[in-house]
């Protein structure tokens, strides 16, 4: 089957050949609709346990390239647990398992003769609390790609061209030799998306990225996000509804259930749709009371 | 099947082709280097093991000569005289007078010191005062044991106070000590007592309590597991300590009866008799070893209590 | 009941209150406390100094000891110091600051082994230093050396002793670094050892220095594991590599310290104050290390 080249206003046309899923989107306020989405990650039964703790149970959902997907839902429901999942930073914690799939362009991360320092090269990850290193703003930028021996011809224009994507050139080119701790919250998560971009991943990651910011920080981030939808996959945890319906094309809301024997709370996926009908018009009862703030 | 370069493949000069770039790449030199640093850790364990085996062995053939009974319970120790006797109870009794001694000083003061900078002092205060502190338990104890003998003993004990005292005393090697140990008990007990929650200082406050029926009432009892594991590393390291004692308190193993007498601490004997000429192999040798796997037992003993009510006193908040 | 009468009647209701009889005296307790420590401090440098400034002169740099006291110096004890303790820190660092990096940042600590190898750094750092002294005594009685009061030696002594601590002070300078820089940089796609090298120990560094100065200074000033070396002999001579004859500050201070003689008292002071001026100096460059360079997250 021929990719479906249909241009959406702000999206590239750059397409992969990969496992084709016909869902029904549509860009919410963005523009026209396209039938075919090819995702860029997959889940498949994935589950993630924390020792014997289920912290995520059975999500199936498609990422899809070129496209911002929103997890919502009250904390504690295993959203961040699952977005570290599809860039195996869950190997870092004692214990942390992962049954089921996640395929990256139809490539299972989770098996085992596959690298976890290579998966991370191409997906990377935003965190909650800018973490910029005691470092220089230029060797902020330029870690990511001096670690992983990228060799570009000429440096100055990549970590340029990174911190210009990131909308931070301008505040910072005259500053590049100081350090990254003398710039605010805003900028410094700013500077976290740079360093990010700077090794050209295919999936960027944010796990509730404008939390700990100022409104105007957090409108500058989002439109941020909507820009760099040209080049990356966006998949964003956050606890901002308005936020999803703002930026999100798809959004999957997910809620805990209490564990029968344990008393531990699973989180699953209840709903997974365009972000306008999951907004406007919910199917299932959890979805719409989350909403509709009756409970959070 | 042509795929189109993503942006992420066609930064990559080295062009890596396609998506099977996943794939694990051996990484010889770190698990190398990362097996170098498992070593070092493992050397830790070798030195625990090397300790016991040479404690050990020659103690086995201590143990071969002079029963285990006539070590323990024996009250003379003569081990280099013709008719020797291995009897370890003098050297016990002036190790167990001075570190009663050095307690007596160290507790009292210690503690002072620690409620103090933990409950009273203003933090300027106590930034001047904790350095200071620290100062005391950077000095050698040597110089302790210097001043020990040529100040504490001559020129306090026996010019000044007129004791009847001659020209060692474990009196004065455990006041030395103890001042030596403040610091320890001071820094542990302070640590227990900042760990205790402000929301209890401030209940006790609120039922209408003075600052020092909180302090002797709430927080001292909250606190009590770290002070006490402070109380027993400070004994520790007082049955331990071999230079100020060396000097000080004198180099006559006899059963100690008063605090001006001199005496001959473990640690002292050993610290003498390496002085001499013992031959590998000899039961001189081996005498020194014998007392150093009892001195061992004593403080690893003191060491993991301390060790555990620590945890305890950590866990708790 | 006006508002004023009862304001009265609480006024005698809290006994003494912070300024009580009682409150004040156990203030002075405390308060005391501090000042005995503190002039017990003070009484000892004085003393020490006065006992020891007469002979506070270049004799006591040039000249090796010596029966008549006038004649004697401290220049091989001086110099013996300095290279052992070079020695030491030479064994020990690399060793603890390796061993420290493995328990700190690789090493699975839900493993049992892993955890009794912690408990046994723990216990290892509250051994003894003449127990060091033994140890190291039966380890090269048993390969077969003879004379022991070589410079290595005392090293290895000595290194043996501070090595628990090294590794206790590397693991805090790693702890101290936050979790969120190393998961930085790994989400970029570094490994495991690039992290570590370009982010982790950097960061760590002042502290790790600071800490081992501090350690390497209570080694310059132990004596006990030496003396179980045989170290106490009389010295004459500069100490030449390794496998050389030595003598060390400490060392010849309870060298001059258990003579009769008065004079060699003073030189026993003389020497302690050349002693604590070295560690002054040790300490002070480790305390600005940490001022200059600790990071504060």
Redesign the interface.
């Known amino acids: 089957m021929a990719p479906n080249n249909d241009k959406k206003s702000k999206k590239k046309s750059g397409t992969k050949k990969a496992t084709e899923t016909t869902v029904r989107i549509v860009a919410a306020d963005h523009g026209p609709v396209s039938e075919v989405v090819i995702p860029a990650l997959e889940c498949h039964d994935v589950d993630v346990y924390y020792g014997t703790f289920r912290a995520v149970s059975e999500v199936n959902m498609s990422f899809g390239t070129n496209e911002i997907t929103a997890l919502i839902g009250p904390s504690g429901c295993g959203k961040s647990t699952l977005l570290r999942s599809l860039n195996r930073m869950n190997d870092l914690v004692d214990g942390a398992r992962v049954t089921g799939s996640v395929t990256f362009h139809g490539e299972n991360i989770y098996a085992p003769e596959v690298d976890a320092i290579e998966v991370r090269r191409r997906i990377g990850m935003v965190f909650q609390k800018p973490n910029p290193f005691p470092k220089s703003i230029y060797d902020n930028v330029a870690y990511g790609p001096r670690v992983i021996g990228m060799k570009p011809d000429s440096m100055d224009d990549l970590v340029e061209e990174a911190l210009t994507q990131a909308a931070l050139w301008d505040e910072v080119k005259d500053k590049l030799k100081q350090t990254a701790f003398g710039l605010s919250g805003g900028q410094q998560q700013r500077l976290c998306i740079a360093r990010t971009i700077a090794v050209k991943p295919d999936v960027i990651l944010m796990d509730e990225p404008c939390s700990a910011l100022d409104p105007i920080a957090t409108k500058r981030i989002e439109d941020l996000m909507l820009e760099l939808t040209k080049d990356y996959t966006i998949v964003i945890v956050t606890h901002n509804m308005q936020q999803a319906a703002r930026v999100a094309d798809r959004t999957a809301f997910f809620t805990a259930r209490p564990d029968e024997t344990t008393g531990n709370r699973t989180g699953v996926l209840v709903e997974f749709d365009r972000t306008s009908d999951i907004f406007t018009n919910p199917k299932d009862p959890r979805t719409e009371d989350y909403i509709s703030g009756r409970f959070g | 099947?042509?795929?189109?370069s993503?942006?992420?493949q066609?930064?990559?000069?080295?062009g890596k082709p396609g998506?099977?770039?996943?794939?694990?790449?051996p990484?010889h030199g770190?698990r190398v280097?990362?097996g170098?640093?498992?070593i070092?850790?493992?050397?830790?364990?070798l030195?625990?093991a090397?300790?016991l085996?040479?404690?050990a062995?020659?103690s086995i053939g201590f143990f071969s000569q002079v029963p285990v009974f006539d070590f323990l319970f024996g009250d003379r120790w003569a081990p280099r005289f013709a008719d020797s006797s291995f009897g370890v109870l003098p050297l016990v009794s002036a190790t167990a007078w001075t570190t009663v001694i050095a307690l007596s000083v160290a507790v009292?003061?210690?503690?002072?010191?620690a409620?103090?900078?933990s409950e009273?002092a203003h933090p300027r205060t106590r930034r001047v005062?904790k350095p200071?502190?620290e100062?005391?338990a950077?000095?050698?104890?040597?110089?302790?044991?210097?001043?020990a003998?040529?100040?504490v003993q001559t020129v306090v004990f026996r010019e000044w106070l007129q004791l009847p005292t001659e020209a060692f005393s474990v009196l004065s090697a455990g006041v030395v000590m103890g001042?030596m140990i403040?610091p320890t008990i001071a820094s542990i007990s302070e640590d227990a007592m900042s760990a205790v929650p402000q929301a209890m200082r401030q209940g006790s406050a609120a039922l209408?309590a003075?600052?020092?029926q909180t302090t002797?009432r709430v927080v001292f009892p909250a606190a009590l597991s770290g002070i006490i594991a402070a109380v027993v590393?400070g004994v520790?390291?007082a049955?331990?300590?071999?230079?100020i004692v060396?000097?000080a308190a004198g180099q006559q193993a006899r059963i100690v009866g008063n605090p001006l007498e001199q005496g001959q601490t473990m640690?002292g004997f050993?610290?003498n008799a390496?002085?001499g000429d013992s031959r590998?192999g000899s039961l001189e040798y081996d005498t020194?070893?014998a007392v150093?796997l009892l001195?061992?037992a004593i403080?690893?003993l003191m060491?993991?209590i301390?060790?555990a009510l620590v945890r305890r006193f950590r866990e708790a908040y | 009941m006006t508002s004023l009468s009862q304001s009265k009647s609480l006024r005698g209701r809290v006994r003494g209150g912070d300024s009580g009889p009682l409150s004040i005296i156990f203030l002075f307790v405390l308060w005391f406390s501090v000042f005995f420590a503190f002039v017990f401090l003070l009484t000892l440098i004085v003393t020490t100094w006065i006992d020891g400034a007469p002979r506070l002169d270049v004799r006591m740099f040039t000249e090796f000891p010596s029966s008549a006291p006038e004649d004697a110096g401290a220049r091989p004890a001086i110099l013996g110091s300095l290279l052992v303790i070079s020695v030491t820190a030479l064994f020990t660092l690399p060793l603890g600051i390796a061993a420290g990096i493995h328990l700190e940042e690789f090493a699975n600590r839900r493993n049992w082994f892993n955890r009794i190898v912690e408990l046994n750094v723990q216990n290892l750092a509250a051994v003894p230093s003449i127990v060091y002294g033994l140890l190291t005594l039966g380890a090269l009685s048993a390969v077969g050396v003879r004379d022991k009061n070589i410079v290595i030696a005392g090293a290895m002594a000595l290194s043996l002793l501070i090595l628990p601590v090294v590794i206790i002070v590397t693991r805090e300078s790693l702890r101290a670094v936050p979790l969120e820089i190393r998961e930085g940089s790994l989400a970029l796609g570094a490994t495991p050892l690039q992290t570590l090298f370009r982010q982790t120990l950097p960061s760590a560094v002042p502290g790790i220095a600071t800490g081992s100065i501090l350690a390497l200074s209570r080694a310059l000033g132990e004596a006990a594991p030496l003396l179980i070396l045989g170290a106490l002999v009389f010295v004459s001579f500069d100490p030449n590599g390794l496998l050389s004859g030595y003598t060390t500050l400490p060392i010849q201070i309870f060298n001059w310290t258990g003579r009769p003689q008065e004079e060699f008292h003073v030189l026993a002071a003389a020497t302690s104050i050349l002693l604590l001026g070295l560690l002054l100096a040790m300490n002070s460059i480790a305390i600005t290390i940490r001022n200059r360079f600790q990071l504060r997250w």
């Open positions: 099947m042509s795929t189109t993503t942006p992420a066609q930064s990559f000069a080295t998506l099977t770039a996943l794939r694990k790449t990484r770190e280097v990362l170098a640093f498992r070092a850790s493992l050397v830790t364990v030195i625990t090397a300790i085996i040479a404690l062995i020659p009292p003061f210690g503690l002072g010191a409620i103090y900078l009273y005062l200071i502190l100062v005391l950077g000095i050698p104890t040597v110089v302790y044991g210097y001043f003998l040529i100040f001042v403040i209408g003075n600052k020092m002797i590393l520790s390291r049955v331990g300590e071999t230079m060396a000097i640690t050993i610290a390496a002085l590998v020194l070893y150093g001195l061992f403080t690893l060491n993991w301390s060790i």
